[in-house]
């Protein structure tokens, strides 16, 4: 599990731990993710003046939208010809086939983003995460792992690895540009993103919504060793307040943090107010690869039983909920 440094993500009101000059003008590249949608709502509340940068630009509030492809060095320069943001926060990634690939592409989209700028930034924040210590996707967890809990100080595993390479970029232009920086190791994020389905939160709460309306069983979608085993989130909206806190306090520039919520637990056996707000989990008889969570669902509403035994063109009758509409309706 991740242990961090202890630190107020508040912020401090000694000036001489504050005194970083900030004009308040940031750019968050990611916008549209959980982690930067959420920065970026930090900031306009903390009244900054927001860039967001995303491939297709953004629509929330307070938020000046910046469409570019940060894989297009070109165009990254035309798009960010008349932004001079003090902080740049960069919570995006673009996951590939391979690690060889995530390292190409990645490693690209955070140099064209710090080469792109007119001029640069005083900070860099740089969201990573829990591969820093368990390896890339293709040997996640094999091999020689770091003891736990992990700490920011161990040092990296000997494969290749994509958030290596996206911080030898920041590195390499923060010695040639002269900005401050910070990493930020979250582990699983949970927030709010709209139109983004990389989100376990949204993601459980739309498969159980479906689950119970059509009597489906609630089969946790992970392998034993997952359900059983320790872990851990981090809340979007912590991971905003730590990303602004490193940026404005000069005692935490030039490091990297883990950053979690702090309160871990199995998917087995769940516990504090969420779990009380919703059924239990427990492991009953495997069953292709997967884990049921019993009482998970319970007996499908009225207004469910009326719904297809299978999703396929034609099968929905007019006049009754397709699962979809019964989860917009009903969270």
């Avoid at 202890?6 to 504050?18: D, F, L, Q, R, Y």
């Avoid at 630009?57 to 938020?63: H, K, N, P, S």
């Amino acid at each position: 599990m991740p242990v961090g440094r202890v630190c107020s993500v508040a912020g401090t009101n000694n000036p001489a731990e504050k005194n970083f000059n900030l004009s308040k003008t940031a750019l968050v590249a990611g916008v549209t993710g959980i982690g930067g949608s959420a920065t970026a709502a930090l900031l306009v509340e903390q009244g900054w003046t927001v860039y967001g940068l995303a491939r297709s630009g953004t629509q929330q509030d307070g938020v000046q939208s910046v469409a570019a492809d940060l894989l297009d060095a070109s165009a990254t320069v035309e798009a960010l010809a008349d932004i001079n943001p003090d902080a740049i926060f960069i919570t995006t990634w673009l996951r590939q086939e391979t690690e060889a690939e995530n390292i190409r592409v990645n490693a690209a989209m955070v140099r064209n983003l710090l080469k792109g700028v007119p001029r640069a930034p005083q900070h860099v924040a740089l969201v990573t995460g829990l591969k820093h210590y368990l390896g890339p996707f293709e040997a996640y967890g094999k091999g020689s792992l770091p003891q736990t809990p992990f700490r920011e100080e161990q040092g990296r595993l000997d494969v290749e690895n994509f958030y290596y390479a996206q911080e030898d970029e920041v590195f390499a232009a923060a010695e040639r540009d002269g900005f401050t920086w910070s990493v930020h190791r979250p582990h699983t994020v949970i927030g709010k993103a709209v139109g983004n389905a990389m989100n376990m939160g949204t993601t459980l709460a739309v498969y159980a919504t479906l689950c119970r309306e059509t009597g489906r069983p609630f089969t946790f979608p992970g392998s034993s060793a997952q359900w059983s085993g320790l872990t851990d989130m981090t809340d979007a909206g912590q991971l905003a307040r730590h990303l602004l806190w490193a940026t404005e306090t000069e005692a935490a520039h030039d490091q990297a943090f883990n950053i979690v919520n702090g309160d871990v637990f199995r998917w087995r056996s769940p516990s504090g107010s969420a779990s009380r707000r919703r059924p239990s989990m427990a492991p009953s008889a495997r069953s292709n690869n997967r884990w049921r969570m019993t009482r998970a669902c319970g007996a499908p509403s009225p207004s469910a039983r009326d719904l297809p035994s299978q999703t396929s063109p034609g099968s929905h009758r007019p006049g009754t909920p397709t699962p979809i509409s019964v989860v917009r309706s009903r969270w």
